[in-house]
């Protein structure tokens, strides 16, 4: 299939009419028709209904309308970024998230508006510790972390949206039939927390936390990861404390309860190295913090 195929069928279709399309693309129109039944001959299906007055698309005519819209989408972002090179820009930025901010729906939502930027990203799921080093090194252009963090400190950073702590609790349990519960209701619960090398801000600002308002913490219960947590509340071994974001997919194995009463807040940053002056990551920043998510 010729690619201008594409652009002669939607001109056509967007207008319903030849003697219009072809004027839109400056050909004549008995060239224009031939082209259009060469391509319906070679898919094999008719596109158009010819009518006294113009066209409709048919059924398949509508279906491929959508498909021939976002191959040339496609094409058009390629040739752009072939003209940004060509101009000496450099179109790629390395986008590192923390294990605990990739599957957010929010922050998915901030990515998908960047497809159409023009941009070459490639991404990384990393440990927080990896991910500041290689922020550091601009191994990689933009991080997306979790706060509390200690290796963020350094970086420049922009707030992406708040992150409440919330108790994942296994169905069975007696605090599952509530929707909001007390930090004092925790008392004597066996507490699902990670080792403090996963994240060593966030498990002392929950260490403390947990310590003044009289919460034991048992050792042996601890997970690789905040999502890890998770995963074994859901299998009845206790309750997780655990931003919002991360207990957004959960089935019925869990409830997820709001904490009113706890002081400590996580927040969603898009950080980067100052020093770094890749135009494209600067611009990948602007629009992020600017979108709603």
């Known amino acids: 299939m010729e690619f201008r195929y594409l652009k002669y069928f939607v ?6 009419h030849f003697t219009r399309a072809a004027e839109q693309l400056g050909i004549a129109q008995p060239p224009l028709s031939q082209q259009i039944k060469k391509l319906e001959h070679e898919l094999g299906v008719d596109l158009f209904k010819r009518l006294s007055r113009g066209v409709e698309l048919t059924k398949a005519g509508e279906v491929f309308y959508t498909d021939a819209m976002s191959l040339l989408a496609d094409a058009e972002r390629a040739m752009a970024k072939v ?3 060509a101009r000496g820009e450099n179109t790629e930025v390395k986008i590192g998230f923390a294990t605990s901010t990739s599957t957010s729906i929010q922050v998915l939502e901030k990515m998908g508006a960047l497809q159409n930027e023009g941009v070459n990203l490639k991404t990384a799921e990393l440990p927080m ?10 191994q990689l252009d933009i ?3 979790r706060l509390p963090c200690y290796a963020s400190e350094s970086f420049e950073r922009l707030t992406l949206f708040d992150d409440p702590f ?24 066996r507490i699902l927390l990670f080792p403090r090398e996963t994240g060593p801000a966030l498990f002392d600002g929950m260490n403390t936390l947990f ?3 009289g919460i034991r913490l048992e050792p042996q219960f601890s997970a690789p990861q905040l999502r890890t947590t998770i995963a074994m509340a859901q299998a009845g071994l206790g309750i997780a ?10 089935d019925d194995s869990a409830v997820v309860a709001s904490i009113e009463d706890i002081p400590l ?27 709603d998510g």
């Open 83 to 85: 003209r940004q090179i």
């Open 166 to 189: 919330v108790a994942v609790i296994p169905t069975g349990h007696p605090l599952a039939q509530f929707k909001r519960i007390q930090m004092k209701q925790l008392r004597e619960q």
């Open 265 to 291: 807040i996580s927040r969603i940053v898009v950080a980067w190295e100052a020093s770094n002056l890749n135009r494209q990551m600067l611009k990948v920043v602007a629009k992020i913090s600017k979108t």
């Open 211 to 213: 310590a003044d308002a």
């Open 241 to 250: 404390i655990v931003p919002y974001s991360l207990a957004e997919h959960l």
């Open 129 to 138: 510790s990896e991910l500041a080093e290689q922020l550091k090194n601009k």
């Open 11 to 16: 001109a056509v279709a967007q207008t319903r």
């Open 143 to 145: 991080a997306i972390m």
